[in-house]
Nanobody, 122 residues
Framework: QVQLVESGGGLVQAGGSLKLSCAASGRTFSAYVMGWFRQAPGKEREFVVAISRLGRSTDYADSVKGRFTISRDNAKNTVYLQMNSLKPEDTAVYYC???????????????WGQGTQVTVSS
């Protein structure tokens, strides 16, 4: 069982930056692949980025490559999402999620946070 709590969302102007954090409970954080997903109103939840258990591998959605950076600190049981050059189309609720093996499919993730709202104004 993993409990996840996101923070760091907010309102930002286009071109600005935000850094999201996701704190995990438990002592085996390094056993989990971590992903960030987002869901805009009226749209399906979509993959943003995932990071491997030790942080050595990452995979980004094309829409965020070069602008977003995922990282993790296993000693702090936390995964981060640095978002730069934000666009209005990045507006969504952002969720972190965990699973034991690699995937970019939302339905394959076992544990989810409650989400944090990111709003980018034009």
């Amino acid at each position: 069982q993993v409990q996840l709590v996101e923070s760091g969302g907010g309102l930002v102007q286009a071109g600005g930056s935000l850094k999201l954090s996701c704190a995990a409970s438990g002592r085996t954080f390094s056993a989990y692949v971590m992903g960030w997903f987002r869901q805009a109103p009226g749209k399906e939840r979509e993959f943003v980025v995932a990071i491997s258990r030790l942080g050595r591998s990452t995979d980004y959605a094309d829409s965020v490559k070069g602008r977003f950076t995922i990282s993790r600190d296993n000693a702090k049981n936390t995964v981060y999402l640095q978002m730069n050059s934000l666009k209005p189309e990045d507006t969504a609720v952002y969720y972190c999620a965990a699973r034991r093996t690699w995937s970019s499919l939302p339905m394959e993730y076992d544990w989810w946070g409650q989400g944090t709202q990111v709003t980018v104004s034009s």
